[in-house]
């Protein structure tokens, strides 16, 4: 129970349905969820993986932002 205005409610993610417009909350509450990365989370914990592969999977994303990143400095500034 709330007992100040800007009291923020315990648990995890809310969303408010305005005017009965459902549609738009459920909208509204998969982009919360797609930024949180639960989505993503959901995907990896489907399946047991060992500590191996996911530092490989790390180290290969790793390399993925670097080589973008370079790519991306590349085109900007020439070099």
Known sequence: ???FKNEKPLG???VL???GDVNGAMRVLK???????FFQEL???TFYESRGT???KAKA????RYKRNMQ???EELGY
């Open 72 to 74: 991306k400095r590349f």
């Open 54 to 56: 996911k530092r490989r």
């Open 1 to 3: 129970m709330k007992k």
């Open 61 to 64: 994303a790793a390399t993925r």
């Open 43 to 45: 995907r990896e914990r």
């Open 31 to 37: 982009k919360r969820l797609m930024r949180d990365g």
């Open 17 to 19: 349905v305005r005017n």
């Open 12 to 14: 995890g993610t809310t």
